[in-house]
């Protein structure tokens, strides 16, 4: 498992995302990964981080140098973590997400076994009006949209199965 964290200056809230990831209970013949893709901060954030967490080999703090934008930054991510591993499962997350479930990994893996999906996207759900916001629209055939039992905000980054027919393209 891979997960790309793209940062830009708020550094606390990016702190709180990596150890939430680190937490995360691996599933038995897994390994976990986290790059933290610093968007141009300027602000020292991107020195800090690398700082913070050069002992932790799980963890690779990189720097796109200027603010290169969400997807390319996410993008930048991607190939950072195919320098490294060829993962089965990379999760793209937003740095203001805390991932409370440890259990998270073995819930995507138990969702791959059970759907096969290709891109697994977030219940986003609204404590305002009660609903809950698929990123991709309704009515679509194939989406499945598990009830993850997260409280808001917690644990909605999107995991993207990385098959061969991606690797190959990309």
């Known amino acids: 498992y891979a997960f790309v964290i793209l940062h830009y200056k708020a550094i606390e809230a990016t702190i709180e995302c990596i ?18 893709v610093d968007n141009g901060s300027k602000d020292g954030s991107y020195e ?24 390319r930054g996410n993008n930048f991510g991607l190939n950072a973590i195919r320098k490294q591993t060829e993962p089965d499962c990379v999760i793209s997350t937003n740095n203001d997400v805390v991932i409370p479930n440890r259990g998270f990994l073995s819930d995507i ?15 986003v759900y609204n404590p305002v009006t009660h ?4 990123p991709c629209g309704q009515g679509l055939r194939g989406i499945h949209r598990p009830q993850t039992g997260n409280p808001p905000g917690a644990g909605n980054g999107a995991a993207r199965r990385l098959d061969s027919a991606v690797r190959q393209g990309a």
Request: charged fraction near 25%; glycine fraction near 8%.
């Open 131 to 134: 609903e809950h916001q698929s």
């Open 48 to 71: 800090r981080l690398r700082e913070l967490f050069s002992f932790d080999e799980r963890v690779t703090v990189v720097s796109t140098g200027e603010n290169i934008g969400f997807a």
């Open 19 to 36: 150890k939430s990831i680190t937490s995360l209970e691996v599933p038995n013949g897994s390994s976990l990964l986290a790059v933290v």
């Open 109 to 123: 893996e138990r969702l791959q076994d059970e759907t096969g999906f290709s891109v697994l996207g977030p219940d």
